[in-house]
């Protein structure tokens, strides 16, 4: 049977020891409390200076919030890692779990590391921004928000269009905003029986009455015939417009161009085919 003396003495040394550990883990984690608060309080100001800057600069919104987070998250890691040495834990081994973990979370994020690599790109090279009407993988639409993962549109019909940004990166984007001005190209097919220069002129002076069509030199009106179809002549009337004025000309002269040409007495086609029946008398 065990001497209670001695059990008293083992339980004694084992509190020595905790006390021991206790006042050599004190300083290290008080130290770390006080690095943790002066850090953030650093982080903050940091912030600030840095909504300054963007304030005092005409940069994109998205890409002062990306920037702006980058740096904000760039600082708490490397707080992360003060704190957590000034603890007591050694920098090689942290070093050695974060790339572990780095490998295992890239390892299994692969479409999303892809998807931020694209947003980067797309922050960085700038090929359209928010409120631009583009085109991209099979979707057309205002460009909502640009986030790191991924691009929202919304559809002529007001559908909400998510597309992650990897394949946005990779893929052709057609801006139709970016230049400011448009170039529209509308077909109208007249008979061969009517009068082309009379067609001609009949659609040429109706996009001249427009005071949004742009008359600057090189980019005047022109019509031409453009194609000798099936079942019609196939006139080209082209023309520039602003961006905010391009549909509703287009829908304008559409319907006022078949109007006019129908009451100078020209005929717009409909695709037809003639079939000969040819009777075999044996």
């Known amino acids: ?104 979370i890239g390892l299994a994020l692969q479409g999303s590391l892809a998807n931020f690599a694209g947003g980067v790109l797309i922050l960085l090279l700038r090929p359209f921004k928010v409120g631009d009407f583009i085109k991209a993988q099979g979707q057309e639409g205002t460009v909502k928000e640009i986030s790191i993962f991924q691009t929202k549109l919304n559809t002529f019909g007001n559908q909400l269009a998510i597309i992650p940004n990897g394949k946005l990166s990779n893929e052709t984007i057609v801006n139709f905003t970016e230049e400011g001005i448009r170039k529209e190209a509308i077909t109208f097919g007249i008979d061969y029986g009517d009068d082309v220069k009379l067609a001609k002129n009949i659609l040429l002076t109706l996009v001249n009455e427009q005071e949004q069509v742009i008359q600057e030199e090189g980019k005047a009106p022109m019509i031409v015939l453009a194609e000798l179809g099936d079942s019609s002549v196939n006139l080209s009337l082209r023309y520039w417009a602003k961006n905010e004025d391009f549909w509703n000309l287009r829908w304008l002269v559409l319907e006022e161009g078949k109007e006019r040409l129908e009451a100078a007495g020209i005929t717009i086609p409909f695709p037809q085919r003639d079939v000969h029946i040819h009777k075999n008398e044996s």
């Open 1 to 104: 049977m065990s001497n209670p003396l001695d059990q008293v003495s083992e339980y004694q040394e084992h509190i020595d020891q905790a006390i021991k550990w206790v006042w050599d883990f004190l300083p290290g984690f008080l130290s770390a409390i006080v690095l943790l608060f002066i850090g953030l309080w650093v982080i903050r100001i940091i912030k600030k200076l840095v909504a300054k800057f963007f304030k005092r600069k005409d940069y994109d919104p998205t890409l002062e919030k990306f920037i702006a987070d980058l740096i904000n998250w760039t600082l708490k890691i490397v707080l992360f890692v003060l704190v957590i040495t000034q603890v007591g834990v050694k920098t090689t081994s942290l070093v050695a779990i974060i790339g572990a973990a780095g490998l295992a």
